[in-house]
Every structure is written in structure tokens, then in C-alpha cells.
């Protein structure tokens, strides 16, 4: 769930209003910031529609093999390093397998998912 102004003002008591402006102020200068938000210590993961994305993208995959490839995809078990794109249907550009198509792509370095989702919070 996510709100915007009316709602807010709709559930916050207009007595509060200017407190409640200031408040979310510095939960996006010290919390929610744009280029890194820390959602490990935010008391809104429970309403915010971006924290709940994050939850659904896979796991990182330990022992991949950057030797191989810069990527790899999970769905095709393969290392490539030529990556294909694709919108995904949040229109988000997301790097796909060249192979398979698939977004199950992971960097090796790492091991993480490169799959991206949609930022609400800038937008
Ligand atoms: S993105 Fe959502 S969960 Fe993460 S810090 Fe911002 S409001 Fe909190």
C-alpha cells in the first residue's frame, strides 16, 4: 500500500499536519534517501510498495564462476557477458539472458540478481 498527500491528510489530524510534513522531510533525508534507502531500519516496510518489490527478487547465488561470464543466467545455466535488454511490465529495463530471454540473470561477482524494480519513491 502506498499513500499520497490526500490520504495522508485524510488519516493525520490537520493539528499535525506541519509536524507530520517535517517528519517525512527527514525520513527521506536520513532513511528513505533516494540513492540508497536503508530499509533495514525503516518503520514503514510494512506500507511501502517498493520494500514489498525487493521482497519478491531472488536470492544471490553463491560459487558462481566470474571467470566464466559476466553474467549468468540460472534459467539457461549459462555465463555470458553480452547481455539482451528488455522492458519488464513495470517498464523497467531489465538485462536478460541472450540465450533464453530470461531475467533470471545474477552477476557473478557478486552472485546478486540484476533485476531492478520500479523506484516509486523519485517518481
Ligand atoms: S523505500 Fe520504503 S522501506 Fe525503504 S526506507 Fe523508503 S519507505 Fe522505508
Redo the contacts with the bound molecule.
Sequence with gaps: MSFGCRQLKRIIPQAEWGEAHHLLILHGRY??TARS???DT?P??DF?T??ERLQRLPDPINGLDASKGTYYCSTSDRYFDEPAYKTDRYGVRQIVCPVSGSMQVFHTKTGKTTKQVPDF?VN
Design positions: 532513511t528513505c534507502p536503508d530499509c525503516c514503514l516496510t511501502c517498493y520494500y519513491r
